[in-house]
């Protein structure tokens, strides 16, 4: 399974999923820019879209909600530390109220991972991120351990989905 994502505006993405609506897109935006989302087993319908494979997944995608991006640049020695640690959390956040799904997506192309993660609204996502479960994932490394696992800060971004039923 591959995602795949791209930018634009919101109408000219808007016209690009209903051109293809049998396909798994969401439509995204936030104050910054609009985004749009495709998981699929083909090859990308965009043009010039950022390229990902799904390592790990739980959950379903919907079209409503917030989806939050962290983008964790890593180094090609940590990739594998990286994903199984990634894959140990998996179990305890779909648990979570509000929780509808979780990607891990290793970039085909650079050493930027991204964890997608999409919630029911921002009071679960906020909820969930002052949870115990939350401090539990989030527990540091070893500054030796950092250095061989990760490239450069992570940085998140989060995107409202316009419910559109």
Request: hydrophobic share 35%.
């Amino acid at each position: 399974m591959y995602v795949y994502i791209t930018t634009g505006t919101y109408d000219f993405l808007e016209k690009i999923k209903a051109k293809n609506a049998d396909a798994n897109m969401i439509l995204m935006q936030n104050g910054q820019n609009s985004l749009l989302f495709h998981e699929s087993t083909n090859k990308s319908v965009f043009e010039v879209p950022r390229k990902y494979e799904v390592v790990e997944s739980s959950g379903y995608l919907v079209n409503r909600g917030l989806a939050v991006f962290n983008n964790v640049p890593v180094t090609d020695e940590g990739r594998p530390v990286y994903e199984y640690r990634f894959k140990e959390r998996i179990p305890s956040i779909s648990k979570v109220s509000g929780f509808q799904a979780i990607r891990l997506l290793r970039p085909l192309k650079g050493d930027t991972y991204v964890e997608f993660t999409l919630w029911e609204n921002e009071k679960a996502y906020s909820d969930w991120k002052h949870s115990s479960s939350y401090e539990e994932a989030q527990k540091a490394v070893s500054a030796a351990e950092f250095k061989s696992i990760f490239s450069g800060p992570a940085y998140f971004t989060q995107y409202i989905i316009p419910n559109e039923e």
